[in-house]
């Protein structure tokens, strides 16, 4: 049986997740009350099929050391494979969903919201650190956590999942990165009027990138440095890998770059999932 339990921060999208998994056909729960998920699990447990739970701050006799020994019980059956999902988000990021929606923090009803995420955030970081997977929702739409949790979940064999995701280092970091590259030393098209308004996509762009005498030894060596280590993932347990390529303004070489070592990956028929967070956000590049 395949159970996957969610958790995470309220406004993270738990419920996208679970309506994701619920359309894989998965049967999927929200809000289950922590002493009722063990006898879900028995109740299944009489053919294969996979379940996915949400349980958070809202649930009844929901504590992390309540749900850590559940969680310890549940991993030690072998004839259980036991996943836990933690969704995250930016405390601004969760402080303007809830603003948005107008709904009411469940930790902060007669409080600001901050303050319930405040609180929220530091009651559940210990089952931040026991998670299987953290994925990190602030700068995804739902179409995005939609396409992860197929990647992350919707394949009977366990495989590694990749995400690939390009972006400009004036905007910071994606906060979910596990490997970070910078592109910055190409030359960039930026500088040439024709080129400017054209992005990575377009054919252009990728001649010109193409044509730097660079590129060829730079890719070469970034594709033989991650080939060898997915598999050292996958053995490690890591199902879900996320690269970002950056470049100063997210929507030239990043942009190549990404698209270039995804398709090198889908040969080597890897799951990949490709994003340009950047790629339309109105800046001026250098």
């Known amino acids: 049986m395949r159970i996957l339990l969610i958790t995470g921060l309220s406004g993270a999208g738990k419920s996208v997740a679970l309506k994701a998994l619920e359309d894989m056909g998965c049967e999927a729960i929200d809000n289950a009350p922590l002493s009722l998920i063990p006898s879900l699990v028995a109740d299944g447990g009489k053919k294969e099929h996979s379940l996915a739970v949400g349980t958070d701050v809202r649930s009844r006799d929901f504590s992390p050391e309540h749900f850590g020994g559940m969680l310890a019980e549940l991993k030690a059956n072998p004839k259980h494979e036991v996943r836990l999902l933690f969704l995250d988000a930016d405390n601004e990021v969760l402080q303007r969903r809830f603003t948005e929606t107008r709904r009411k923090h469940p930790l902060a009803l007669d409080r600001p919201v901050m303050d319930g995420i405040m609180h929220e955030r530091s009651l559940l970081q210990p089952l931040r650190a026991m998670a299987d997977a953290v994925f990190d929702t602030s700068e995804w739409t739902g179409g995005d956590l ?64 193409e044509a730097d005498p660079g590129l060829s030894d730079f890719f070469n060596n970034l594709s033989g440095l991650i080939d060898p280590l997915l598999p050292r993932y ?53």
């Open 234 to 286: 996958l053995q490690e347990g890591k199902s879900y890998l996320t690269i970002a390529i950056g470049c100063t303004g997210g929507r030239h070489r990043s942009v190549f770059i990404a698209q270039k070592l995804a398709g090198f990956l889908k040969q080597k028929e890897y799951k990949v999932g490709v994003r340009h967070r950047d790629i339309d956000t109105e800046h001026k590049d250098k």
């Open 146 to 209: 939609r396409s992860a949790m197929r990647g992350f979940y919707g394949t009977e064999e366990r495989a590694l999942s990749i995400f690939v995701t390009s972006f400009s280092f004036k905007h910071g970091l994606p906060r979910d990165a596990d490997l970070v590259f910078d592109v910055r030393f190409l030359r960039n098209p930026f500088y040439d009027d024709a080129l400017r308004p054209l992005t990575g996509l377009d054919a252009a762009v990728a001649a010109f990138i």
